[in-house]
């Protein structure tokens, strides 16, 4: 693309880019059987790799290394699984970006590989028997037409199987599906205990769930069919996600009477609603994430306290505080545990911090967390940069989250460049994360990154999430309009110097405020984007998106999708309003989640209305990657393009220069 490659800060931001994403990353380590595993990347490997050790301090070897299957990096490590005593290691792989997945199996003591492959899988669970004789997993029916992620068929029936080690797939037992209900998912996980098979049902993207099981011990000839499954909870009233059982007492995090969700506990032999029992309440404020089993009795929680989070130790068996464990103010990013292992590790991470790995062991006595590991990035230093949150009114006087990362000394005149970044949908909590090219923004073209928690998002729960879907959507705009306002207001900066960026529903907040309030911004980047609010639902998976946005086949919902959709609300040629910012549309050919057509579609109309304006300066593209999807598994190298891109553009036409 001539105009990008000509972007003056272009050959600097490319370079310096890569200079500083080339740092080690690392995952939690994790045990099974009596070896840890880890992911790790030297710096600028396309993939990250799999690694193996017998000890902490013991040497390391390669695992799984997903490079050696491609030349560019586009074959991805999508899911992965090991069996419970490590016999076996299942592993799914993408190509090209598309969430399309092949799931191949491995002996996980010699790295044999062996003959099972299993196809047409998306979106789908992987779940271990303990015996290792086989997994549970998902796959569509066959379907004409290509399925390589470049098509735009529905997908639709998804059913459960379970495939027995050693046999081809055509053999696999199917043990779940639901004719009736083409839109369902399911997803199996294995008891810790390994006893029972607990099924979850979806239909679409709201955060409930049926809530089905299978005691595999009952099974005297082991899976032979469809699995005789009894139904716990069999409606879609709220979400039940399983944490660990003692016995047939079982624990879920909830939202069952809880938008912040909390633990319950259900005794199988007594499932009647009026024994249900809350281990830990909801809390007044914070927002209960995610919980998991460690050292037999003990939990790891955490919790999410105004975007930021908490991690705690409860007892299992009382749902009492043991004790807080330490942490920055950040994300974790990643923790890994298991119910009979005494030790656990936990990853945290913020704007500024590209990870810290902590260690604590619970079977010695007074505990205490220890840096396992810690990244530093050379050539940033993070006493440069300053983290601030302040929360800002929206238009209904709502006070909204928004965290500002600028340098230590920076003057309110006014003068600043802004990246305003936003999502805003499907109860996505957008926490702090670290990002080089957002700190090469800040350091290098005098700019302040700008992350706005709107609502339509997880940060404050349920409540929080329908404040900003189907009917509501109108107020995710508002408050993303309302955050550049605030910084105007408040003397960051000017309208012709914020660029505002969202990928897929940001892609969607993006473009429909720049239609709202094309004044606002002096430019808009919307990556993989839906435009197309009146037949986004016909394609690939987008039916499961209606329980946030609804759906146009009822007339009630088209009149909420008809007046944001942004395909639609685009000026019609000729057109003399006020120009548009700069506009910068990006998609993929392989993206089969948010298909390429939504972008396509509203850069045609883009063009042919505002592009057709006189008074139209500011330049109006589309960056269309090959080889490439939604995101997931995208390469080093292609990721690195892409932000050298995005930020070439937003400094060329926001006018800014390289500062040393």
């Keep these: 693309m001539p105009y990008l490659e000509q972007c003056a800060v272009r050959p600097q931001f490319h370079q310096r880019l890569t200079e500083l994403y080339d740092y080690p990353k690392y995952s939690c380590p994790y045990k099974r059987g ?17 690694y193996v050790q017998d000890s902490l301090d013991g040497p390391a070897t390669v695992f799984f290394d997903p490079n050696k299957l491609s030349e560019d990096g586009t074959v991805a490590l999508k899911m992965g699984r090991l069996s419970e005593e490590c016999e076996y290691f299942a592993y799914g792989l993408s190509s090209s970006g598309s969430d399309w997945v092949t799931l191949h199996f491995m002996k996980a003591d ?29 796959s569509f029916p066959r379907q004409e037409g290509k399925t390589d992620g470049t098509e735009t068929t529905s997908n639709i029936n998804q059913k459960l ?19 009736d209900h083409p839109k369902w998912h399911s997803s199996v996980t294995i008891s810790d205990d390994g006893r029972y098979a607990v099924l979850s049902i979806t239909e679409g993207c709201e955060p409930v769930n049926q809530l089905w099981y299978c005691d595999l011990q009952q099974l005297p000839d082991g899976i032979t069919g469809l699995l005789p499954w009894v139904k716990l909870v069999d409606n879609f009233d709220a979400q039940y996600s399983y944490v660990t059982n003692e016995g047939t007492v079982f624990t879920f995090h909830s939202n069952w009477d809880a938008p912040r969700y909390c633990l319950i506990n259900i005794d199988i032999q007594k499932p009647d609603r009026q024994h249900w029992k809350t281990l830990i309440p909801q809390h007044d404020k914070d927002v209960l994430g995610f919980v998991s089993c460690v050292n037999h009795h003990h939990l790891l929680v955490n919790y999410l306290h105004d975007v930021k989070d908490i991690l705690q130790l409860y007892e299992l068996s009382t749902g009492q505080l ?15 545990c298991k119910k009979q292992h005494s030790d656990f590790f936990y990853k945290f991470t913020s704007f500024t911090t590209p990870g810290i790995i902590y260690h604590c062991d619970l079977s010695v006595s007074n505990p205490e967390p220890r840096v396992f590991r810690e990244v530093e990035v050379k050539g940033i230093k ?45 109860e996505a909590s957008i926490q702090p994360s670290y990002n080089v090219a957002y700190l090469l923004f800040v350091r290098h073209l005098g700019g302040i990154l700008a992350v706005a ?18 009917g509501n959507k109108q107020t995710c705009f508002d408050d993303f309009q309302c955050a550049a306002e605030y910084l105007i207001q408040e003397k960051y900066t000017t309208a012709s110097h914020i660029a505002i960026h969202g990928a897929s529903n940001g892609g969607l907040l993006v473009a429909a405020c720049v239609n709202q309030r094309p004044d606002l911004f002096g430019c808009a980047v919307a990556e993989v984007g839906v435009m197309d609010m009146l037949q986004f639902h016909k394609f690939t998976i987008g039916h499961a998106w209606t329980t946030d946005y609804g759906c146009s086949d009822d007339p009630e919902q088209f009149k909420w999708l008809i007046k944001y959709s942004p395909l639609h609300n685009l000026p ?89």
């Design 453 to 470: 928690n709107i609502r339509g998002g997880g940060e404050y729960g349920l409540t929080w999430h329908k404040a900003g879907a189907l």
């Design 34 to 50: 009596t070896r840890y595993f880890y992911f790790h990347n030297t710096g600028l490997q396309n993939q990250s790799v799999l």
């Design 322 to 336: 043991v004790r807080d464990l330490p942490l920055d103010v950040g994300t974790v990013a990643g923790v890994s």
């Design 110 to 138: 010699d790295l044999t590989p062996l003959p099972d492959v299993l196809e047409r899988i998306k979106f789908s669970c992987l779940a271990w028997t303990h015996d290792a004789k086989g997994v549970f997993y998902n």
């Design 572 to 660: 019609q040629s000729p057109y003399s309003g006020p120009p548009y910012p700069a506009i910068l549309l990006l998609t993929a050919d392989h993206d089969d989640r948010v298909v390429p057509l939504h972008t396509l579609k509203y850069c045609a109309a883009l063009q042919h209305g505002v592009g057709s304006s006189p008074v139209q300066r500011q330049p109006v593209m589309v960056r269309v990657d090959t080889r490439s999807g939604h995101g997931a598994g995208k390469p080093t190298a292609k990721a690195i393009l892409e932000d050298t891109d995005i930020f070439s553009f937003i400094a060329e036409t926001l006018g800014l220069c390289w500062k040393k």
């Design 382 to 426: 993070q006493e440069d940069y300053q983290t601030t949150q302040v929360f800002y009114p929206s238009k209904d006087g709502t006070k909204i989250p928004m965290f500002l990362v600028h340098t230590k000394d920076l003057k309110k005149d006014g003068t600043h460049p802004v990246f305003l970044h936003g999502y805003g949908g499907f």
């Design 161 to 179: 199987y379970f495939h027995v080690m050693g046999t081809k797939q055509s053999e696999d037992i199917l043990v779940a599906e639901f004719p």
